[in-house]
């Protein structure tokens, strides 16, 4: 019987062991037992915990939508201005740890399996409404409210394939992609007002 009081623990130990394990082999057709091994406890405990490997990757994903949503609040709440939480937002989704190899390597099997699980594929489909609702809150401040969802559409196409990019070794470093992707967004700004929105220094 789970110690009282570790499950929260082991919880987030089989959840880490997840994402390292697919990241590592770059596809969710790993077992339970080899994500067990990694994090140091049983394929019983571990079942115990989630039932099923699918439950468990399910948790895995939520685990790496929540850590994004907790970045993403505390960003906006430390920016001043609508401009400076637009530039928040593109930094918290180009922050380095979100690039970690065996990171970049599970989103993608993510994204992958979503073409085959529909509950897959509706938690990608909330990161993605997520990021444009968060690009809208600053950007509707600056331009038109249609500009503004063209813009947010387009800022967000250019984070997730700036990041696809990365799992080719083919995409800028992080900094240059944040600079691309300010690039586009002053550029469009720009095209749709005065010009008074320069990015922040970042």
Same mark, same amino acid.
């Given at each position: 019987?789970?110690?009282?009081?570790?499950?929260?623990?082991?919880? #987030? +130990?089989?959840?880490?062991?997840?994402? *390292? @394990?697919?990241?590592?082999?770059g596809t969710l057709a790993v077992t339970m037992s080899e994500i067990a091994r990694t994090a140091g406890v049983s394929p019983a405990l571990?079942?115990?915990?989630?039932?099923?490997?699918?439950?468990l990757l399910i948790a895995t994903i939520r685990s790496l939508l929540g850590k994004l949503r907790?970045?993403?609040?505390?960003?906006? #709440? +430390?920016?001043?201005?609508?401009?400076? *939480? @637009?530039?928040?937002?593109?930094?918290?989704?180009?922050?380095?740890d979100q690039f970690a190899p065996e990171t970049v390597a599970a989103w993608l099997a993510f994204y992958?399996?979503?073409q085959r699980s529909e509950e897959v594929r509706r938690l990608l489909v909330i990161y993605a409404r997520r990021l444009r609702s968060n690009l809208l809150v600053g950007l509707r401040a600056l331009c038109p409210a249609d500009d503004a969802e063209r813009i947010a559409e387009g800022a967000a196409a250019m984070i997730d394939g700036l990041y696809i990019r990365q799992s080719l070794k083919s995409a800028p470093s992080i900094e240059a992609s944040v600079a691309l992707t300010e690039d586009y967004v002053n550029a469009h700004l720009r095209a749709n007002g005065d010009g008074k929105y320069p990015s922040p220094r970042v």
């Open positions: 019987m789970p110690k009282v009081g570790m499950e929260p623990v082991r919880r #987030k +130990a089989l959840v880490d062991a997840a994402l *390292r @394990v697919i990241g590592d082999q571990a079942h115990h915990y989630f039932g099923s490997k699918e439950q907790d970045d993403a609040v505390a960003a906006m #709440k +430390a920016a001043a201005t609508p401009r400076e *939480r @637009v530039s928040a937002l593109i930094r918290v989704s180009f922050r380095a992958s399996e979503a």
